[in-house]
């Protein structure tokens, strides 16, 4: 069946470091998303990146489609930044499945 | 800003009970979602829709029915709560496959 799994689980940097999380998936997808999930929950869209190399501000996304995975790169890394980092994989008709989520916190 | 809103925000119930859980869009999205999150876990696909009066099944359908009477409604239902139907419950929506998907702010489920 679809998979998505990312790594790692969990990442603890200090402010200012870069950080590199990772999204792999089983199956050819249509598309590949990236969502931010609050602490306190809240869920919201990153970024778009079904393929090649997407830049917003600080955030990098590298899909390499045939590969099946995909990078989501944060610089220059800030307190604000700390939350669960989601990967969403895209199929026919819609359907759209989550990875696990790395948890990323930022020290000051 | 798209706008997504799940009711109740939380609700307690118990174990054999119908639980009903609503979520509404005015963005006029075709396509909604139902996701379950557990604790320290990530968002698991129940059932979604890519219109109205059909539903399709997601990873986890089993002891879940969905509706979708029209376009901007798309409700979940527990005919039968369990204990292990505890969890926070997400509904989301996007205009279309490749567009951004929208959540609402979540319905966090105790089934006692």
């Known amino acids: ?108 | 800003e798209a706008a997504v809103t799940q009711s109740p925000r939380s609700k307690v119930a118990v174990t054999g009970g119908k639980v009903t859980l609503s979520c509404h869009q005015t963005n006029n999205h075709d396509y909604m979602y139902w996701y379950r999150q557990d604790t320290g876990h990530g968002l698991r696909l129940i059932h979604y829709s890519y219109v109205a009066d059909s539903t399709e099944k997601g990873d986890i359908p089993d002891g879940y029915k969905a509706s979708r009477p029209s376009q901007e409604n798309f409700s979940l239902i527990l005919e039968l709560a369990s204990l292990s139907q505890t969890a926070v419950y997400f509904c989301a929506s996007r205009l279309g496959v490749a567009e951004t998907l929208y959540f609402g702010s979540g319905t966090r489920l105790t089934v006692l």
């Open chain 1, 1 to 108: 069946g679809q998979q998505v799994q990312q790594s790692p689980a969990s990442l603890v940097l200090q402010e200012g470091e870069n950080a590199e999380l990772q999204c792999n998936f089983s199956s050819t997808a249509t598309q590949l998303q990236w969502f931010y999930q609050s602490p306190g929950g809240s869920l919201v869209s990153l970024l778009s990146n079904p393929s090649g190399t997407k830049h917003t501000g600080r955030l990098t996304s590298t899909t390499v489609t045939k590969e099946r995975r995909s990078s989501l790169h944060i610089s220059s890394s800030q307190t604000t930044d700390s939350g669960t980092y989601l990967c969403a994989i895209g199929y026919n008709q819609g359907k759209l499945i989550f990875g696990q989520g790395t948890k990323l916190s930022i020290k000051p």
